[in-house]
């Protein structure tokens, strides 16, 4: 079993940068890719970045390319989303997975998941 638990979310204006953090605790953090994802009300939980157990491949959405970034640090046990040049349509719970395979858009190949942390960008 991992447990996740995220926090760092909040009430920011656009424009502006949050970092959300995935903390792990449970089995090896390192043994494990992760992932963020967001659901917004009335919209199915969506894929914002992954990256790798050893932190050396990440993957983005499209939508958050050039503006949001997914470091992880092992000796943690911590996975960051750092979110910058945020919009109001950023707006979302937004959830850390991990997952023991090595595909990362879609929330079925993960296996934990943290309670969710909001963020909201006000305009």
């Known amino acids: 079993q991992v447990q996740l638990v995220e926090s760092g979310g909040g009430l920011v204006q656009a424009g502006g940068s949050l970092r959300l953090s995935c903390a792990a605790s449970?089995?090896?953090?390192?043994?494990?890719?992760m992932g963020w994802f967001r659901q917004a009300p009335g919209k199915e939980r969506e894929f914002v970045a992954g990256?790798?157990?050893?932190?050396?491949?990440?993957y983005y959405a499209d939508f958050v390319k050039g503006r949001f970034t997914i470091p992880r640090d092992n000796a943690k046990n911590t996975v960051y989303l750092q979110m910058n040049s945020l919009k109001p349509e950023d707006t979302a719970v937004y959830y850390c997975?991990?997952?023991?395979?090595?595909?990362?858009?879609?929330?079925?190949?993960?296996?934990?998941w943290g309670q969710g942390t909001q963020v909201t960008v006000s305009s």
């Open positions: 990256i790798n157990w050893s932190g050396t491949r990440t």
């Open positions: 997975a991990a997952s023991n395979n090595d595909h990362y858009s879609s929330p079925r190949h993960y296996n934990y």
């Open positions: 449970g089995r090896t953090f390192s043994g494990y890719n």
